[in-house]
């Protein structure tokens, strides 16, 4: 069963913008990434998919229930992106206030509080007004709230944004423990980077229309560069003669003149580049370093968004 589907979920506010016709399916125990850029259209979607917005048209299912069926939501966690709590609770209350909004009883909701308080980091201050929390605490407590019911599926909207480089590897640390528990985590963010760490399935809208979805890193392997550092034996004319035909020879730069170069190859694909080692070793070339290069997340988004696709690059 996927943990999302979609079949041309359409939602437009006064007949424009929104998102149209977005048919999506996220595999289960992933960490999906939802890119596009502002006004894409993907706070529209996940507020369906949360039940907060009615679809125009269209059908989709969460964790295998209709979204208009409140048990959808039973086992679903939601951070949303300019969240605002009770800030005159503490803490410790408002994520109380919440495990009473999701059915837990008190004493269910003692120890589950204790240990979301452990999980984000805020055991220390769970006394400490909401109000008085830093921007970087306000998000950690939204997403305790979030984490509360252990979900099932965890919508994160921009879940980063506010935090330093530690509470950012906290979180992304969080994530990927929550999907080797199994769980599905489902993030809206601009931070490119920080996405290519932790996911592999990502969907892409643009102007409402969904452009891609998939592993991502399939589309990297399609295509290789390697950048080799090598001992070019004070002839870098020879080189090229080392170097089957199927790789091209992209650059070669020297780092010391007649001595050491920095090669960059293109291979056919991943695989073919123990084959490329295999033949500069065995014209007796030595090789000090070897680095792959792939496309970055970055560079896949800009190609879909500037309309050039991937095919087209
Ligand atoms: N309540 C609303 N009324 C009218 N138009 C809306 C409303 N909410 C969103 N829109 C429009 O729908 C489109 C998609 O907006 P949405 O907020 O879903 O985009 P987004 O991808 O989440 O953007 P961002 O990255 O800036 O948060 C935009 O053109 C926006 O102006």
């Not at 290789?224 to 550092?229: A, H, M, S």
Request: with cysteine; net charge neutral.
């Amino acid at each position: 069963m996927l943990a999302i589907e979609t079949h041309n979920l359409t939602k437009t506010y006064q007949g424009q913008g929104g998102c149209q016709g977005i048919s999506l399916a996220v595999p289960r125990a992933t960490v999906f990434g939802l890119l596009g850029p502002n006004g894409a259209g993907k706070s529209t979607l996940v507020k369906m998919l949360v039940g907060l917005l009615q679809p125009t048209s269209g059908e989709a299912k969460v964790l295998g229930k209709p979204i208009q069926d409140a048990a959808s939501r039973q086992k679903v966690g939601f951070l949303p992106e300019n969240f605002r709590y009770h800030d005159w609770l503490s803490g410790e209350d408002l994520l109380r206030f919440h495990a009473s909004l999701f059915g837990l009883s008190a004493s269910e909701s003692a120890g589950r509080i204790a240990e979301v308080l452990n999980m984000v980091g805020l055991s220390e201050h769970r006394h400490k007004r909401v109000g008085n929390y830093s921007k970087g605490m306000q998000q950690r407590i939204g997403l305790g709230c979030a984490l509360l019911p252990d979900p099932e599926l965890i919508f994160l909207d921009e879940p980063t944004s506010a935090l330093d480089p530690i509470g950012r590897k906290v979180v992304r640390d969080l994530i990927v423990s929550l999907q080797e528990q199994g769980k599905t985590v489902f993030i809206n963010s601009h931070l490119l980077s920080e996405l290519e760490n932790i996911c592999n399935h990502i969907a892409i809208i643009k102007q409402g229309n969904l452009l891609f979805q998939g592993n991502w890193r399939e589309l990297t392997n399609r295509q290789v560069q390697v950048k080799i550092i090598l001992d070019v034996l004070g002839n870098e004319n020879r080189l090229a003669d080392a170097v089957p035909t199927e790789y091209q020879v992209i650059s070669q730069t020297p780092i010391i003149k007649n001595t050491r170069y920095e090669l960059l190859i293109s291979c056919p694909s991943e695989e073919d580049i123990p084959g490329l080692i295999h033949s500069l070793t065995a014209a007796n070339y030595p090789i000090f370093e070897v680095t792959p290069v792939t496309d970055s997340l970055e560079k896949i988004f800009l190609d879909y968004v500037s309309n050039r696709g991937w095919e087209g690059r």
